[in-house]
């Protein structure tokens, strides 16, 4: 391993960019990833539009009796209220759609044995590993930018206008539980060089993330404070409520790291088999 | 190229490697969830080992001289690098969830907890569990636990359990539905019905970490207001103190000839007959031994207490106060009930901000301070009030220089410090009506119980740690899209954004072909 040094970083950050742009660049030429995004918007336009409805005339039904019966009344934040659903929702589309961005991005190098031109040193796969990490992660945010718009425009409407905070935390919590979702899916794209498995494998993950979630709830004792701790749907719900905690940075950060350590780890093994 | 098939020797491995790992983390999980070690958590570990070994035979048979290669060097030390980083991380998340900080976004701050909580959760003494039998628990009241035990010092702790799965635990307290919640301190219990929330859990906090109760006389014999029966009753407030470990107790000054030696406080809620000298005498006695006392006096009633009062400095001014400011009218109260949202600095009222607490036929009290006291007038009149000479005719018109003119005390709270060595004190709240603690009257949704409840605490709780949570309050807000707004935003979201996509995808396609 070069010592870190200056020039030794500026190598580094030249390769991530250097795999970062070929990658994005990848993106936008496939017409795979456009069907995605058509997919992604028009679930969460279709969502966007039932929950801001439902909830709008449900309040206003409850409003309505009220007033006339002077039924009990109940104070209803309905931005937010609005705001959570949708996230929650965007959350379920994002599972469909992440196993997909992240299954080809090792398999299709295997496949055609160009990973052996990119898998020289150790460094270099960690520069791989997070310069592809980097690109469909900004392809993803790419996709949530618009629904992040009109989420501000809708729900500041209201008198006082929803906490901008609210908002940015949520879809920020969103995009953090992207990236950890997409490294640990990146790493079993390293593992196989079918595409289809790898996807398979994404949805695996996704499910165990969810059975944690739910044995996170369903146990007791020190065990289910661990398992909660560990849940990164559970931190993604926080944030969607508007409690932001440090440690959910963390957690969202060792999700990510590990899922990078482990692809290069992976990639490094493959080296050895072929030589 | 390779292509992945089942059956290919080094696909077996590759699957044995990574199976073992699974099926010993799955035994183990299976273990510790359930507490029983039996054939599925001990089947599954063996399963794991059993693949473990198959991959080190498999690995072995591969080529002679295995453990000498550098292959298994490498998948070795890549295998220890891997739990050591695993590790690593495991100690980084540990702190960073020791450490962690919390900023709370929401406008209404929901998740931050009030002062007072923080107060007493900082103050425990003894080791508190809290034991929700709830088998699926809610995140909110794991959020609202956790925010608990980050406050305290490591003197709380809860935990959430199944009673199905632990039907000996849930008889021992008695647990009859899912969804209670049981505080544990020591020996002492308290338990919780209603949903969990701030407002009823450090109440149970409190209560079961404070060493004592608090009991209080309410004195009987001169057709006061009684603890049970309806809109004239104080039935309600007297749940609300049993709730905060309040031990209420009937004292006929008469019968006993002394006021008990145990008694925290003494109530006098609205006689209609005076008080004879031996029964003034015996109050006045328990004041000047550092006693506590409430008085709620209503207009017109000669309780025969004003020498008592006299001996404090106040003076029952025995006049309507009437309100002309019109606010009661409007929720359809007369203008003989006045709301009050003034309020002293002093620790019943501290956390009321402008909470209304309303008054019927009030008097106001008249105050000649005495040296030394500390007398906080802890409810105000408004501005547009006025103690009414004419009330008994019916006429509440505002006549100058006869009626006088508000802000007047309702109720005040005096301190007289007896002696500094011991540091003993008299504390003295009186009240110019009776009524605003009745059942009909607290039903107007004011801070009335509060006004009380607070009184009595105080009065009693020389500790001061068991005043009142107010719950917080939801931001009410409604969404109105204006039809032009909302229009586009149908056409945005559900029409261009995907044509967009779908358009782009066609195009690339065809210019790709």
Wanted: charged residues 15%; contains cysteine.
């Amino acid at each position: 391993m070069p010592s870190i040094s200056l020039h030794g970083l500026r190598v580094i950050f030249a390769n991530i960019l250097a795999i970062y742009r070929r990658e994005l660049q990848s993106y936008f030429t496939a017409p795979f990833y456009y069907v995605i995004a058509g997919v992604f918007w028009l679930l969460s336009g279709l969502f966007f539009l039932v929950v801001m409805t439902t909830i709008i005339s449900q309040v206003a039904q409850q409003d309505l009796l009220q007033q006339q019966f002077g039924a009990p009344s109940q104070a209803v934040d309905v931005p937010k209220l609005i705001l959570e659903s949708f996230l929650g929702l965007l959350g379920s589309i994002s599972q469909v759609i992440l196993p997909m961005l992240s299954m080809g991005l090792y398999t299709e190098e295997r496949k055609r044995g160009t990973l052996e031109l990119l898998a020289t040193s150790p460094i270099t796969n960690w520069c791989v590993a997070t310069g592809k990490l980097l690109a469909v992660l900004t392809f993803y945010t790419t996709l949530l930018l618009p629904v992040i718009v009109y989420q501000f425009v809708a729900l500041q409407q209201s008198t006082p206008p929803l906490s901008p905070w609210l908002i940015l935390a949520g879809n920020g919590g969103l995009i953090l539980l992207a990236a950890a979702v997409l490294s640990l899916g990146m790493f079993l794209s390293s593992l196989t060089d079918s595409t289809i498995l790898a996807a398979i494998l994404g949805f695996a993950v996704l499910l165990i993330l969810w059975v944690l979630d739910v044995l996170a709830k369903n146990t007791g004792g020190n065990l289910s404070d661990i398992l909660t701790y560990l849940s990164p749907l559970e931190h993604f719900t926080n944030l969607t409520r508007g409690i932001f905690r440090t440690s959910s940075l963390v957690v969202f950060g060792s999700y990510i790291f590990l899922g990078i350590f482990l692809t290069a780890q992976s990639i490094d093994a493959f080296r050895y088999q072929r030589n | 190229m390779k292509r992945f098939a089942l059956g290919s020797r080094e696909q077996l491995t590759m699957v044995l490697l990574w199976a073992a790992p699974l099926f010993i983390i799955a035994g183990l999980s299976a273990g510790i969830v359930t507490h029983r070690w039996n054939w599925l958590p001990l089947g599954l570990l063996a399963l794991g080992g059993i693949a473990l070994l198959l991959w080190l035979i498999q690995q072995s048979r591969v080529s002679t001289g295995f453990w000498g290669r550098r292959s298994t060097q490498t998948s070795t030390n890549a295998i220890l690098t891997v739990m050591a980083v695993i590790a690593l991380l495991g100690i980084v998340n540990f702190l960073a969830d020791r450490y962690s900080v919390e900023v709370d976004l929401t406008e209404n701050r929901a998740f931050t907890l009030a002062a007072e909580t923080r107060d007493v959760l900082q103050n425990l003494d003894q080791p508190v569990r809290v034991l929700v039998f709830d088998a699926n628990a809610a995140s909110r009241d794991r959020l609202l636990l956790e925010q608990y035990r980050r406050q305290a010092n490591n003197q709380f702790s809860f935990e959430f359990i199944d009673p199905q799965e632990q039907p000996t635990l849930a008889k021992k307290y008695n647990v009859t539905q899912a969804g209670q919640v049981i505080v544990v301190a020591g020996e002492k219990t308290q338990r919780i019905d209603e949903a969990l929330s701030e407002s009823n859990l450090t109440p149970a906090l409190i209560r079961v970490t404070s060493d004592r109760t608090i009991r209080a006389y309410f004195t009987t014999g001169h057709n006061e207001l009684p603890l049970t029966g309806g809109a004239a009753s104080l039935s309600e407030v007297a749940k609300l103190l049993e709730q905060r470990d309040v031990e209420l107790l009937p004292l006929n000054l008469l019968e006993k000839g002394k006021i008990p030696e145990d008694a925290n406080v003494v109530v006098v809620a609205g006689p209609r007959q005076p008080f004879l000298r031996l029964e003034q005498d015996l109050l006045k006695e328990y004041l000047n031994r550092g006693g506590s006392l409430l008085l709620m006096l209503d207009v017109d009633v000669n309780a025969g207490l004003d020498d008592l009062l006299k001996n404090w400095g106040l003076t029952l001014d025995n006049r309507w106060v009437i309100d002309g400011s019109g606010v009661g009218q409007q929720v359809g109260l007369g203008s003989d009930t006045i709301i009050v949202t003034t309020y002293g600095n002093h620790p019943i009222t501290q956390r009321f901000a402008q909470g209304p607490s309303v008054f019927p036929r009030a008097q106001a009290i008249r105050i000649d301070p005495v040296k030394d006291d500390d007398i906080v007038e802890i409810a105000l009149s408004g501005s547009q009030t006025w103690a009414e000479t004419d009330w008994q005719s019916g006429n509440l018109e505002f006549t100058e220089g006869v009626d006088t003119k508000g802000p007047l005390p309702i109720g005040v709270a005096i301190t007289r410090q007896l002696s500094d060595n011991p540091p003993k004190e008299a504390r003295l709240v009186v009240f110019g009506d009776s009524e605003f603690a009745t059942d009909g009257v607290i039903a107007y949704q004011g801070i009335n119980s509060d006004l009380f409840v607070n009184s009595v605490l105080w009065l009693g709780d020389r500790d001061q740690k068991a005043l009142s949570i107010r719950p917080r309050e939801t931001t009410n807000r409604r969404l109105q899209l204006n039809v032009t707004t909302s229009r586009w935003l149908e056409i945005i979201s559900v029409f261009l954004l995907p044509l967009v996509g779908f358009g782009s995808a066609v195009f690339v396609w065809w210019r790709r072909r």
